[in-house]
């Protein structure tokens, strides 16, 4: 009996598997999150393995010039330039290219801006199939769990080297992307709420 | 004919077809060459010459693929590295850089800039510690277990630190500019690509694959870099011009028989003469040399014009009967004796190219003799080939032309010439030994080159340093004491960028001082906050230390293993060389500055003066002779025809090609020793109009040989072809002067 209830529930869940990825593919939010003009402010959680405590951060992100600027005010000052080139530190007066970035450069401006061409070449999308506080170890309660409005995309990487770096990278949000979640291979996850100015009290 | 001479003809004729079938066995299995570097001497040292040849280099090829969407480029790419294309193998850029940044991985804490290394030395810990934090909080990964091994993550930034100059980023199968659509594809070769026939196969295998995808996406653009394209370009071109300007020369020349003698008889004689000097030729340069030249071919095309004119003269006489036939034989004997001594004079110089066309001439040249002096009074009867009567008419008007000049005023003039064309040519002459004006490959795959190797940010300078060391520590430890010099060239404007095996691995010695620097570093107020904020131990000093030995067999290849030294070759970008670099390296221990292309050009300049020595020695050899056999006065007029002709020749080369070059002096050598049979044919005791039919012919094979060459789409064979044939048409004008001399034949 309880076999036949389990063979019922996973064929259930593989014809949704099935019909939910045929449905996100189809009706992508990804090209309605861009990044509004002005400033979006963010707050980070990253969560780096073996490191006990997560480190949290947060500033703003700008859109100047199809360059994203992240900002980080707190804890500490420091900002990035983020482009399709790659990632530029600034150090006392200039960027300073960050070799190696070009590809998480790319995709956090794919990301950030919904391009969804890039997202389709490097990404099979998928629906959220699990909880992700199962996905996320995160000491900060999930908001995203309390939030039943909000649409979820779970990316998985196809192709070296993002698929080194990330096992799945997961954006959700409504009118405007809110939350990223950037797993990494290596058990650090990166989580991510994003307020855009007129959100902000 | 007596038996001595049936015996001799029938010998002659059966060593000329085991000749052939010696031919017939070893000309499949030749490995013909089309490497002009490894043809010209190079005057370094054993060491480098052995560097150079180590140097794989010359086995990789790149493709860089453009002009459409990125999704059909990788349709593109994946199809040509799927199509089974022999002795090629395809790199794997993305497996590279997984196996770099796994040994980067394990050996976190080992590796840091030159900035971070001056800041711990220094005890300043707070850039440091702001630098950490600022990598921490960026959303970009960080390399697993960082902050474990090295909580400053110091190897993380010293490897973010490194500049790429390319917009090219790392894929699994290739380097891929998402912006602007380009895949960039690298493969290696396992064959050599100047051995001839294997690299054609190879690149035709290559070509068809593009032919292919370019069929399939019309847009698709092609830049191909590699030295297999022009290996195998050069090598088809000297194929192609070696069989046209040999068919060519040959049909002409056949024309020629047939409209001068009409008659089969002269075109089998000269075809048979061709042949065999051909064989004997080609059989030398083979038992000669294990990998001949395709160059080397077609200079020995002009063979055909040298060989023709022993057959003319052979004809001649021959059909005037076996008396006149004898009284020619010396004097072809002394024109061939003074043309060998020209190329010997070749084979004693330090150029494997010139002493492989040496060599085939030579022989080439012995055997038309002896075809002539053997075969022709047996298959020439007197009288048996009738002389075309437009031909001896014009030879008998241009003769008695020729004969009305005043002995005298014809001397002064050529005297009062050949000042004025020796002072213009002293004045004038400008000698360039650039090795890279030689050889010349189409445009379009220079173009597509420069593109290839911009695109890859692999545009490096042909010049390069070298360190020596007994081994690879000493030799990492040489590169960290030269890094302050060529950064103080960087910062000079001097370099633009330089690549070291060092800048991957430190040297052992630096990597225990980074150790105990960092153990102070960790004792510090600055840094103990640091690490309670992300409540990690300090970490204990790393033992194991990251090796050259570590690293894939692909990112060690600057490092060179030689007799019991290894050496280190440290790659220049952007370099404005001065003479004052030079010097401030011959500071620095065993470092050596290693210019191939500037060597090489030594070597040629060297050779160049060498030539000139023979040049003046076989003149001064040949005046000698002259004096002994013709005396004073008819060796004074053949020396100012020979003055006239080679000074004319050399001085309108200067002229058209703005310089002069060692293969302009090469042909000199060779006008000297066709011009001197002329001399020789015009002092001889013949009678003036049928010297001047047989030179007149010869001649005109020659200059028609030659001239041929003078088109060839290689610049050096090019201007050799147009020197000789200068010098051979003048030599051709004034020769008849020479029979109103006096002299002691006479």
């Known amino acids: ?201 | 004919m007596n038996k001595r001479q049936t015996i001799g003809f029938y010998a002659w004729l059966i060593i000329s077809l085991l000749v052939l079938l010696f031919l017939l066995i070893s000309l499949p299995n030749t490995r013909w060459s089309s490497n002009i570097t490894s043809a010209i001497p190079s005057e370094q040292a054993a060491w480098q010459q052995q560097l150079l040849q180590q140097n794989t280099s010359s086995r990789h090829l790149s493709i860089l693929l453009s002009g459409i969407d990125l999704a059909s480029l990788h349709q593109a790419a994946t199809r040509l590295q799927q199509a089974n294309i022999q002795q090629l193998t395809w790199a794997n850029p993305g497996m590279l850089m997984q196996q770099l940044q796994h040994l980067y991985q394990q050996y976190q804490g080992l590796i840091v800039s030159p900035e971070q290394f001056a800041l711990l030395q220094n005890g300043q810990f707070q850039p440091l510690v702001t630098a950490a934090w600022q990598r921490l909080l960026s959303p970009a990964p960080l390399l697993d277990a960082a902050l474990q091994q090295d909580p400053l993550l110091l190897t993380q930034q010293a490897l973010e630190q490194h500049s790429n100059a390319s917009p090219l980023q790392v894929r699994q199968h290739w380097l891929e500019d998402s912006q602007q659509p380009a895949l960039l594809l690298y493969a290696q070769l396992d064959i050599d690509p100047f051995e001839r026939d294997n690299a054609a196969v190879v690149a035709q295998q290559i070509e068809q694959q593009l032919h292919l995808l370019q069929q399939q996406w019309p847009l698709l653009e092609i830049n191909r870099s590699g030295v297999l394209f022009h290996a195998v370009i050069a090598s088809a071109n000297a194929s192609f011009e070696m069989q046209l300007f040999g068919g060519i020369s040959l049909l002409a020349i056949l024309l020629l028989m047939w409209s001068s003698f009409t008659s089969l008889r002269p075109i089998l004689l000269a075809l048979t003469t061709l042949a065999i000097a051909s064989a004997f030729g080609l059989a030398a340069m083979l038992l000669l040399f294990s990998q001949p030249h395709v160059m080397a071919l077609v200079f020995a095309t002009t063979l055909i014009g040298i060989a023709i004119d022993y057959s003319i003269h052979g004809m001649l006489a021959a059909n005037k009967g076996p008396t006149n036939f004898r009284r020619m034989l010396p004097s072809l004997l002394l024109g061939l004796v003074s043309t060998l001594l020209g190329y010997v004079a070749l084979t004693l110089l330090p150029f494997a190219l010139l002493g492989q066309v040496a060599v085939f001439m030579s022989a080439g040249l012995s055997a038309a003799f002896i075809t002539v002096w053997l075969v022709f009074p047996r298959w020439l009867p007197a009288q048996s080939m009738p002389s075309s009567k437009l031909l001896v008419r014009l030879c008998q008007r241009l003769s008695d032309f020729y004969q009305g000049f005043n002995h005298n005023k014809v001397l002064i003039s050529a005297i009062f010439a050949a000042v004025a064309i020796l002072t213009a040519l002293l004045s004038q002459a400008r000698f360039s030994d650039d090795v890279r004006l030689f050889n010349q490959s189409p445009a379009e795959l220079i173009q597509q080159q420069q593109q290839v190797l911009l695109a890859g940010g692999q545009n490096w300078d042909s010049r390069f340093i070298v360190l020596l060391a007994d081994n690879t520590e000493q030799l990492l430890q040489q590169e960290q004491q030269l890094t302050p010099l060529l950064q103080q060239w960087q910062q000079q404007g001097e370099l633009q960028q330089w690549q070291a095996i060092g800048q991957r691995i430190p040297a052992q010695q630096q990597q225990a001082e980074l150790q105990r620097l960092l153990q102070l570093a960790y004792q510090s107020p600055v840094l103990q906050h640091y690490l309670q904020q992300l409540q990690l131990p300090i970490p204990a000093p790393i033992e194991k230390r990251l090796t050259v030995e570590l690293l894939p067999a692909e990112l060690s290849q600057q490092l060179q293993p030689l007799n019991d030294k290894v050496a280190s070759i440290i790659l220049l970008k952007g370099l404005v060389a001065n003479s004052q670099m030079q010097q401030q390296l011959d500071t620095i221990a065993n470092s050596f500055w290693l210019d191939p292309i500037a060597d090489t050009n030594q070597s040629l300049l060297h050779i160049r003066s060498q030539l000139s020595g023979w040049l003046v020695l076989a003149f001064t050899l040949a005046i000698m002779i002259l004096l002994w056999q013709r005396g004073w006065q008819a060796t004074l007029a053949i020396a100012l025809m020979l003055v006239l002709s080679l000074g004319s020749s050399l001085l309108l080369s200067q002229w058209l090609q703005q310089h002069l070059n060692i293969f302009n002096l090469i042909a000199a050598l060779l006008i000297l020793a066709l011009a001197l049979d002329y001399g020789i044919f015009f002092t001889a005791k013949l009678a003036h109009a049928a010297v001047l039919q047989a030179v007149l012919l010869s001649a005109l094979t020659s200059c028609l040989a030659f001239g041929l060459l003078s088109f060839s789409q290689t610049p050096a064979i090019a201007s050799f072809g147009l020197t000789v044939f200068i010098g051979v048409a003048l030599a051709c004008l004034l020769a008849p002067l020479l029979n109103n001399v006096n002299n002691k034949e006479k």
């Open chain 1, 1 to 201: 009996m309880i076999k036949g209830i389990r063979s019922c529930v996973v064929a259930l869940s593989l014809v949704y598997s099935s019909v939910a990825t045929a449905n996100v593919e189809s009706s992508l939010p990804l090209s309605t999150w861009q990044l509004p003009a002005g400033k979006t402010f963010f707050s980070q959680e990253k969560q780096i393995a073996q490191l006990p405590v997560p480190l949290q951060s947060a500033g703003y992100l700008e859109l100047i010039n199809n360059d994203l600027i992240w900002h980080t005010t707190t804890p500490i000052d420091s900002k990035l330039r983020i482009s399709s080139a790659g990632v530029s530190q600034w150090q006392q007066q200039d960027y300073i290219a960050l070799a190696g970035s070009e590809f998480v450069g790319q995709l956090m401006l794919a990301v950030l801006q919904g391009q969804q061409d890039f997202i389709q070449l490097h990404f099979s999308i998928q629906p959220l199939s699990l909880p992700i506080a199962s996905l996320v170890r995160s000491p900060t309660p999930d908001v995203l769990l309390q939030d039943k409005h909000n649409t979820c995309v779970n990316l998985i990487p196809l192709q070296a080297p993002l698929n080194q770096l990330f096992s799945q990278i997961i954006l959700c949000g409504q009118q405007h992307l809110e939350h990223m979640f950037l797993i990494e291979t290596n058990a650090s996850t990166t989580k991510i709420h994003l307020t855009t100015a007129s959100a902000t009290p």
